[in-house]
């Protein structure tokens, strides 16, 4: 079985990138249940020394066309996965980009302990990514900065600005039809607590 469906039109140099792990903190302590919000790419959701590393107990993978497996860290830690796909253009709803949003104020909320059955599991970061970490995870994340820390980023365009820097990407990502499906969410209040 394939675990991921990745495009073979990939530009150079987003292959580049795409062949190695990228990990970015996006920001601190977002509530109880998660340390650090993480900003990354389909390598690092993978790469268990590096998410070992920097704390990550969690991945919430925003693609439908890669599937991460199991990973055990080295002190025995179970990588939680979570998984909302979208497509990385048109075609998604706005109600699944706000479950994204919702996840992460979940997750955030407390942490949910496992039962002496689960696998073994612990508090840590949450990396949120898809396959490049450019467009839907990028998207995802200015849209709960701007929503869950206004006073830091009052609108989507300050989000996004700080994680482009933070991703060292320019205007072109998030692709257009992510930025207007945020925009949506933000016009329909989807995401008001």
């Known amino acids: 079985m394939t675990r ?3 495009p073979t039109d990939t530009p150079a140099h987003e292959a580049r990138e795409d062949a190695r792990p990228l990990l970015y903190p996006a920001t601190e302590a977002p509530g109880p249940g998660l340390g650090t919000l993480w900003l990354g790419n389909l390598p690092a959701a ?3 020394q590096a998410l070992h590393k ?3 107990t969690a991945t919430l993978n925003l693609a439908m066309n890669i599937f991460p497996g199991p990973l055990v860290l080295s002190d025995g830690t179970q990588v939680r996965r979570y998984q909302i796909g979208m497509i990385d253009g048109a075609g998604n709803a706005p109600q699944t980009l ?4 919702q996840l992460i104020d979940g997750l955030a909320a407390g942490y949910t302990p496992g039962k002496p059955h689960y696998p073994a599991h612990r508090p840590g970061g949450l990396l949120v990514h898809c396959r490049g970490g ?3 995870s990028v998207t995802v994340l200015a849209l709960w900065l701007h929503l869950r820390r206004p006073a830091t980023y009052p609108d989507l365009a300050t989000a996004l600005a700080h994680l482009r820097a933070l991703r060292g990407t320019d205007d ?3 692709l257009p039809p992510m ?3 945020a925009q ?10």
């Open 98 to 101: 706000a479950a994204a949003v």
């Open 134 to 136: 450019r467009s839907r």
């Open 46 to 48: 993978e790469d268990a």
């Open 172 to 174: 072109t990502y998030p």
């Open 54 to 56: 920097n704390g990550i």
């Open 4 to 6: 991921h469906a990745l």
């Open 179 to 181: 930025l207007a499906l």
């Open 184 to 193: 949506e969410v933000l016009d329909r209040g989807l995401c008001v607590r």
